[in-house]
């Protein structure tokens, strides 16, 4: 099993919809996650941390965190052809120092 | 804050050859540096992880002697890619840690070797 698991996609969604991006992880004493929005041939760009259960806003964009089930999720509200892009879920272990391990990432399409 | 400056951003060399890549945090103190690299269609592999003065830590596969990691101030990491050869073509990604700044990134650097 891997540390951190995402869809690899592509998910495919209609502009103005709402997107939604899953990650699971292994390490249950895993306290910091994030999400990294990457376009392609660019370097990853944070979008969203969250450390604590229930959902965090910021603007279009809600992560949602369950430690009980392991599962973090990003949520892209009113999505735009410019959220097209791969997304990357990363999970600060709990055994691991300060190093992210990352997820394969989600490659998302906004279809105008 | 955490601006972060990479570079070369793209570079092409020729197979033997030696590449040095230059990550700068430019507005804090970056105590710790990992090196990432990412081939196509793939997510970012952590390469091995630098505190400043000390030794690099390499992940399992990477080749300490073939990736030189230079940590020598707090502001400056090198990665030299040592007799580069094709299948080290991928883009390399620096993201130092330090002070109150979380995880940042690097522009990164596309190496294509020829």
């Known amino acids: 099993q891997k540390e951190v698991e995402q869809n690899s996609g592509p998910l495919s969604v209609p502009e103005g919809a709402i997107a939604s991006l899953n990650c699971t992880y292994s390490d249950r004493g895993s306290q910091s996650f994030f999400w990294y929005r990457q376009y392609s041939g660019k370097s990853p760009e944070l979008i969203m941390s969250i450390y604590s259960n229930g959902d965090k806003e910021d603007g279009r964009f809600t992560a949602q965190l369950n430690k009980a089930s392991q599962y973090v999720s990003l949520l892209i509200r009113d999505s735009q052809p410019s959220d097209s892009a791969t997304y990357l879920c990363?999970?600060?272990?709990?055994?691991?120092?300060?190093?992210?391990?990352f997820g394969g990432g989600t490659r998302l399409m906004v279809k105008p | 804050g955490a601006v972060v400056s990479q570079h070369p951003s793209w570079v092409i060399c020729k197979s033997g050859t030696s590449v040095k890549i230059e990550c700068r945090s430019l507005d804090f103190q970056a105590t710790t540096m990992f090196w990432y690299r990412q081939f196509p269609k793939q997510s970012l592999m952590l390469m091995a992880t630098?505190?400043?003065?000390?030794?690099?830590?390499?992940e399992q596969g990477v080749e300490k002697d073939k990736f030189l990691i230079n940590h020598a101030s707090l502001t400056l990491s090198t990665l030299t890619v040592t007799s580069a050869h094709p299948e080290d073509s991928s883009f390399y990604i620096c993201?130092?840690?330090?002070?109150?700044?979380?995880?940042?990134f690097g522009s990164g650097t596309r190496l294509t070797v020829v």
């Open positions: 990363a999970v600060e272990l709990s055994n691991a120092g300060n190093m992210l391990t």
């Open positions: 630098s505190n400043e003065g000390s030794k690099a830590t390499y």
């Open positions: 993201s130092p840690r330090g002070g109150r700044y979380g995880y940042t």
